[in-house]
Structures are given as C-alpha cells and as structure tokens.
C-alpha cells in the first residue's frame, strides 16, 4: 500500500535517498528491519554503499570513523526502539569525540507515540536523543526531508562537529509524492562547513603570548588531525621550532620520531612550559584538566572551533576561535612580524631527555617472553607496523590499549583510530570496518580480548565484505588480566575473568577468515606480516600469559578504591 502507484509517484524512501545523494553522501552503516528495510534496498539501488552490520553499535562506530576520517558525516541506519537506542550509543560517543555523524531512525506513527498507548517498537525516540547528541530533528512529512537532511549535515559537519539524530516516521517513509513535485524539494546545499576565521586581535594576543614563551609546549589534539591541515600543522611546528606533543588519534600527524618530538616527556612539560599552545586537544580530564602537575604559572593558548571550549577548567590567556585552518593561516602569516625568545636549552634538553626515556623504554621489547607478555608481543607488533606505516591502526582494551598506544610509533596523520575521550570499549570491529571502507587502506585491529568481546560478531562484517582487516587479539583471558579471585561461590570465574584458552581464531574460522594462533613473538611477527599482505580478513589469537597486564591500565588511579594490590 505505500507502494507508488504510477512512475509519477515516489516514496519518503525514495526522497531520502535523493535528498542524502544530494548532500553527497555515498555510504551508509546500518542493520535493517522494519521499517527501513525497503529504504535500505532503494538506496543501494541508487547507488549508496549499505554496509550492513550485526549490532547497531558497531555499525554506528563505524559512521563515527568514517566521519573523522573523511571530513563528511558518516551515515548509521537504525530500525526503532532498540535498534535505535543501541545505535544511539555510537552517535553519543561520536558527539563526545566531535566526529561528524548522522543517526537516521525509522520511528513509529505519531498518535500511538504521542497518547502512550503502546505499538511495535514503539518509543519517543526523538526526545530520548535530544540530551545525547548535537542536534535532533524529526521529519513527519516527504515535502519536508530535503530540508530535514540538509538541516542534520550543516549541524554533523559544522562549527564543532557531532552526532546528529534524524528521526523519521515509518507514515513519512512509506508517503507517496508526485515525482515532479518531490524534485522540486531537492537541492544541493552550499557553503556547509564555511570557514571560521579567528579576530586579527586574538591572533596577536596569541602571538605576542608565544613570542615571550620561554618553554613552549604545543599540544596536538584530534581535532587538528581531523582539520586536513597537515603541511600547515608542520609547518606551524618547523618554523617555531617549538617541541610538540601529540594527543592518541593526533599521533603521526608530525612523525612521532620527529626531532622536536616531546612525546615522551610529557610530565616535563607540564611541570615546566610557560607557555602552552592547544591546537584541537582540550584541556580536558586527558590533561589533568589543567591542574596537577601543571605548572600553575603556565599560559595556555588554545585554538578551537568551540568558543565555549575556553576557560572551562582553567584561565586561556589567549583564545583563539575559529576553524583550525583559518587560524594556523593567521598565525603563520603573522609569525615573521614577531621574534621568538625561546630559551635556548629548552629543545637539546627535551631532544636529550627523549632520547634518555625512549632507550629506556626500548628496554621492554628485548624479553621475548614465552608465553607472551604484552610487551614481548607488542615487540612483534611494533616491527611490522614499522614496515608497514601507511596500515591503519585500530586500538582498543585496557593494557592493551595503553601499552600499544606507547609501542606503535605513528608516521602518517589519521592513522590511530581509538576508543578516545571518553575512553568507551566496544569500538574495535566498527571502527575498522569504518576505517576500511572509508579509506581503502588496510586497517590492523589491535584488540584486547575483554574490548573484542563486545563488538566479536561484527568480525563477520569485515569477512562479509571483504575488508583487508586483521584483527590482532591479545589474549590474556580477562579484563585487566586473567588471574582475577574469587571472591564468592566455588567454581564462578571471578568479575573480570574470562577464558586465557579460548581460541578465537576458531571463530574466525566460522565466517571464512584467514586464521592464526600464535604462542611467541617470532610467530606473531611472521603471522601479522603475512596477514597484512594478504589483503584478506584476517584473525590472529596472540596467547598471552594470564597474568600479564595490571588492574585498568595507565588508569587505575581512577578506581575509586584498590582491592588488591597493584602488582
Ligand atoms: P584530543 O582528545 O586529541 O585532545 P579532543 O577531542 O579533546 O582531542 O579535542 C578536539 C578539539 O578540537 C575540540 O575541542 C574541537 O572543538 C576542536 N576541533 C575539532 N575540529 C576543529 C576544527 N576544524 N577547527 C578547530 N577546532 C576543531
Ligand atoms: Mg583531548
């Protein structure tokens, strides 16, 4: 009955398809059902890549990746009620991150919603997204989807960029249009991520700021890998001469072995810059928010798009708002009109301090520890990564997280995909599906075998398609680590065990991937190498000890108490 009767008549399915087409949007993530089924089949047939998942949530980290990655919001399709509301996880955490993203629901009729009387999956899905992400919109009527698409990507993709909720009802979905009228709504949107060009006085504050810096720090954040600026960001670095230091998804945006690196010495700088320059990075709980080791007579500079980003937890001496570009322009056009005053010792002691932790710190790949610790896997690891830097790495779990962010030098910009700011689990398939397709690079999941635990199934999804994905699992068996106690009934595991011997390559083996189980570091390395090369989907079980791996990693502190001892 929704079907058009004539070859002048279109659907609200058809007009979506259209009106996303338009704002030039060529892939969607999703998982189908009532009522977005049909639209999912239109789509395709209009040319939109539909990448079906197995979880809402995945398919939603995966649009958040491609967001950050492509400068253009990545697209998530939900059914309703609980499809919507396990995609709306994603779009969350997109909206925390400042990943351009939109959420499309199907939802249900109004007047069953509205009189909560009950119906098929019914919820009122718009205001439940409402506190959760950027902006939310519902379209009730055909005559009206154009303007609502292109009211959620002006809001995913500009000023600060975020999850976007579009609901759309099932009556509005199947509503027929007279083709000429429908075209008639289409249009092309201009100017959707117009440039923000910073005020030439808080251009010279800064300047003046950074010209009587004396221990300069700059800080780089996601938000300036996301920006696309990255000959300027260097350019920004080299011709200052200021050591840098990158946030986790900044990583390889400056080589991370580059000369004026600061990457590791990152409580140096905070006990002892004078002047702290935040490009895209906020001063958030990443950064003690400005407190605890900072030096309190420190000065901040912070560029970002968000005016009300500054001041939030410590004095910015010097703001400057505006798009990154735009402002890295204005800093470097009037760079040549000030004169530095850098103390001279401030580089050669970072420089000869780095070189000091990072042999140190290459202490801990020469154990080749059998069975496997993190770190003599990570030794492994870290050697084909290295031949193989143009691979997107995809990161997430506790120790494995932190110690494969410290292993895993980054040489090109966007090459770090991980759970980020608000430091979730559950990203890891999604985001390498997203990476994947958005790219078409090959993508190296690093996981741990708690954080793979949430997103397992869609390991099916790269097979589906495909994907030059190879997901690396290190298997310690449990969250944190597998040695956790008891503390009750004989014979539970304890809260944060799970099994060190589960084979996980065997459930790569169901859905046709190329399939590894690995017991040392020279297994590891040939494994991974052979699996990148292969551009096939690939699964490696990497055995690690039980009991390699501490309570929470880096973060233990955050714990409101210790039960046990931190070994
Ligand atoms: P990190 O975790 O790497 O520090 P954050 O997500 O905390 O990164 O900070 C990124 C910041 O970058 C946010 O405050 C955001 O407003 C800002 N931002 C994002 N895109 C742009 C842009 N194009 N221009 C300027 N600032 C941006
Ligand atoms: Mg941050």
Known sequence: ????????????????????????????????????????????????????????QQAGMAAATHGFLTKTPGV?????????????????????????MIQISGSSERPP?????????????????????????????????????????????????????????????????????????????????????????????AMQLLASAKKPVILLGKGAAYAQIDDKIKKFVESTGIPFYQMSMAKGLLPDNHPLSANSMRSAFMEQSDVVVLVGARLNWLLSRGHGKWNPAGKFIQLDIDPEEIDINRQIA??????????????????????????????????????????????????????MTHWSALSAVRKVMAQNPDVILVNEGANTLDDTRDAIDMMLPRHRIDCATWAIMGMGMGSAVGAA?????????????????????????????????????????GIYNGIGQNLGKDGDPAPTTLNVNARYDKLGDAFGAQTYYV??????????????????????DVQLAADSGKESGHIGYLNPATLFPVN
């Not at 017991?519 to 490696?540: V, W, Y």
């Open 318 to 371: 010097a703001p400057v708002v505006g798009d990154l570009e735009s402002s890295i322009d204005a800093m470097l056009a009037a760079l040549p009109s000030y004169k530095l005053s850098m103390d001279p010792e401030w580089v050669p002691y970072i420089q000869s301090q780095s070189k000091l932790k990072n042999e140190k710190f290459m202490q801990r790949f020469v154990a080749q520890t059998v069975p």
């Open 519 to 540: 017991t040392t570091p020279d297994e590891l390395e040939k494994a991974l190498t052979e699996a990148i090369a292969s551009k096939k989907t690939c699964l490696i």
């Open 76 to 100: 998530l399709l939900t059914v309703s009620s609980l499809g919507f509301l396990n995609g709306l996880t994603a779009t969350t955490n997109a909206t925390v991150n400042c990943y351009p």
């Open 113 to 205: 919603i509205d009189l909560m009387q009950g119906t098929y999956e019914g919820l009122d899905q718009l205001n439940i997204a409402k506190p959760l992400v950027k902006a939310a919109y519902r379209i009730n009527r055909p005559e009206d989807i154009m303007t609502g698409v292109v009211r959620v990507y002006r809001a995913a993709v500009s000023g600060r960029p975020g999850g976007v909720y579009l609901d759309i009802t099932t009556p509005c979905l199947g509503a027929v249009m007279d083709r000429a009228a429908a075209e008639a709504t289409l249009y092309t949107p201009v100017d959707t991520c117009p440039p923000m060009i910073p005020s030439q006085t808080s251009v010279a504050r």
């Open 1 to 56: 009955h929704t079907d058009p009767s004539t070859a002048n008549q279109v659907t609200g399915m058809w007009i979506l398809t259209q009106a996303l087409k338009k704002v030039g949007i060529d892939t969607m993530y999703g998982l189908v059902g009532i009522p977005v089924t049909e639209f999912a089949y239109i789509a395709q047939g209009e040319g939109i890549r539909f990448l079906g998942f197995r979880h809402e």
């Open 437 to 477: 397709v958005a790219t078409s690079k090959s993508v190296v999941a690093i996981e741990g075998d708690s954080a793979f635990g949430f997103s397992g199934m869609d390991f099916s999804t790269a097979c589906r398609f495909k994907l030059p994905v190879t997901v690396v699992i290190f298997n310690n068996g």
